[in-house]
């Protein structure tokens, strides 16, 4: 504003908005809890759902007001809600910013995915899928951290190492035991292994 005004003489407006911040007054985003992306090549539809279902209890309120266009009434309805009923919130909050983001078609897919894995089946279509390539297996299996890799859930082996380290890695429920753990062939093959990072970052893999 300052520079069109010294350079063109001209009057000019700005448009601002309030950071985002969380409970705690901190910003939320790629500084505290990794990069969220409107472009579901970096970011896929389910996990920006998830990303957004589990925001702070203190949070969600907020996130509702400043990121959907949920009318204030049920807004303010919802605010009324005590321990696990904040999850209905939680849900909504997902929902209408995966829609406003990628289509009501994903936001259905994204809910449905994250209802079938924590309603205790791991069959949904719609869980997040990577195909390996064959060439990445060593002695008729996959090096664990190369299928944290390919799947995109970390960014780096040494991150791999650090998650496996502290026990945040499972395949199919079972704790990873060591980052020189290696996924067999035959689990691999059909339906592929569920891989969970931490609570509740889910993603399939398998071989064809």
Not at 8 to 31: C, I, R, Y
Not at 73 to 78: A, K, L, P, Q, T
Not at 162 to 179: A, I
Not at 183 to 206: A, C, F, S, W
Request: with cysteine; glycine share 8%.
């Amino acid at each position: 504003v300052e520079l069109i005004r010294r350079v063109e003489g001209a009057e000019a407006f700005g448009v601002t908005f309030k950071l985002l911040t969380n409970s705690e007054g901190v910003k939320m985003g790629k500084t505290v809890k990794g990069a969220v992306w409107l472009d579901k090549e970096k970011t896929p539809p389910f996990e920006l759902y998830q990303y957004l279902r589990n925001v702070d209890d203190a949070d969600v309120i907020k996130c509702l007001k400043m990121l959907t266009f949920v009318p204030l009434d049920e807004i303010r309805e919802m605010e009324k809600l005590e321990g696990s009923e904040i999850n209905q919130a939680k849900a909504r909050l997902a929902y209408e910013v995966t829609k406003m983001v990628h289509g009501e078609e994903e936001a259905e897919k994204a809910r449905s995915a994250a209802e079938s894995l924590f309603g205790g089946s791991k069959d949904s279509e719609n869980i997040p899928s990577t195909e390996i390539d064959g060439s990445l297996l060593t002695d008729g299996a996959l090096p664990i951290l190369d299928a944290l890799l390919e799947s995109g859930l970390i960014p780096s082996k040494a991150e791999g190492r650090r998650l496996v380290k502290q026990g945040g890695v499972y395949v199919n429920d079972e704790k990873v035991p060591s980052f020189d753990y290696a996924i067999p062939l035959d689990q691999l093959e059909g339906d592929g292994v569920l891989i969970r990072k931490g609570k509740k970052t889910y993603h399939r893999v398998y071989v064809r």
